[in-house]
């Protein structure tokens, strides 16, 4: 069945720092794949998505791009800050079905 | 409202008991879903509604866990004969309408902040 694997937590940075939080799936067929943010005492919130081979996601200055031949979706971000702190979850979506499948989650903590 | 709700955010209760969880989804927003996430785990699927019909329920893990939604909007899970195992946080899930941006089919999910269940 589909599967997702991502980076294991804690990471944690300093202010302007590089992220980068691996993803690696397993799916039959053409997946979409997600990453999905959740801040502090918030609910799980869609930071960005791809949805073929090659697209790339991207918003608040986060980017993962879809690498069929890699199987990855991997996050990254050239300068992180504080207000980034949260747990990132990594996901897809089978084909046909609604069914979002998620990875563990990675805990990200920016330090001043 | 202007988000998901859930209630409650917090319930402890005894091995055996039953136990309803609540959600309220985002107003206009046809699908529903709920997702179990235990510690340290992400995620995981449970139940899916297109307005008052459960279209995919392949994720309740056994005959004890129920879900309801009889007016298309507001949503119940019920726990029947809790037990330790229960113990996680029951997130739910609105999306809009299938054939719309945004809607079931395309992944774009809006949570709540889920409600924690301690069975003791």
């Known amino acids: 069945g589909d599967s997702v694997t991502q980076m294991e937590g804690p990471v944690t940075l300093s202010e302007e720092a590089f992220l980068t939080i691996n993803c690696t799936y397993t799916?039959?067929?053409?997946?979409?794949l997600f990453w999905y943010v959740q801040y502090p005492g918030e609910g799980l919130q869609l930071l960005l998505k791809?949805?073929?081979?090659?697209d790339k996601g991207s918003n608040k200055g986060f980017e993962a791009t879809y690498r069929k031949e890699t199987t990855s979706f991997h996050l990254e971000k050239g300068s992180v800050q504080v207000s980034d702190s949260a747990v990132y979850f990594c996901a897809l979506k089978g084909g046909s079905n609604y069914k979002l499948t998620f990875g563990k989650g990675t805990l990200l903590t920016v330090n001043p | 409202g202007a988000g998901v709700s859930q209630t409650p955010s917090n319930k402890v209760t005894e091995k055996g008991k039953y136990v309803e969880l609540r959600c309220d989804p985002i107003s206009g927003h046809t699908a529903l879903y709920w997702y179990r996430q235990s510690l340290g785990q992400g995620p995981e699927f449970l139940i899916y509604?297109?307005?008052?019909?459960?279209?995919?329920d392949s994720g309740l893990p056994n005959d004890r866990f129920f879900a309801v939604r009889p007016e298309g909007s507001v949503s119940t899970l019920k726990i029947q004969r809790t037990e330790r195992g229960d113990s996680a946080m029951y997130l739910c899930?609105?999306?809009?309408?299938?054939?719309?941006?945004?809607?079931?089919?395309?992944?774009?999910?809006?949570f709540g902040e889920g409600s924690r269940l301690t069975v003791l």
């Open positions: 899930a609105s999306s809009r309408s299938a054939g719309l941006a945004g809607g079931p089919g395309t992944g774009e999910l809006f």
């Open positions: 799916a039959t067929g053409y997946p979409s």
């Open positions: 791809a949805t073929k081979a090659d």
């Open positions: 509604f297109q307005g008052t019909g459960a279209a995919d």
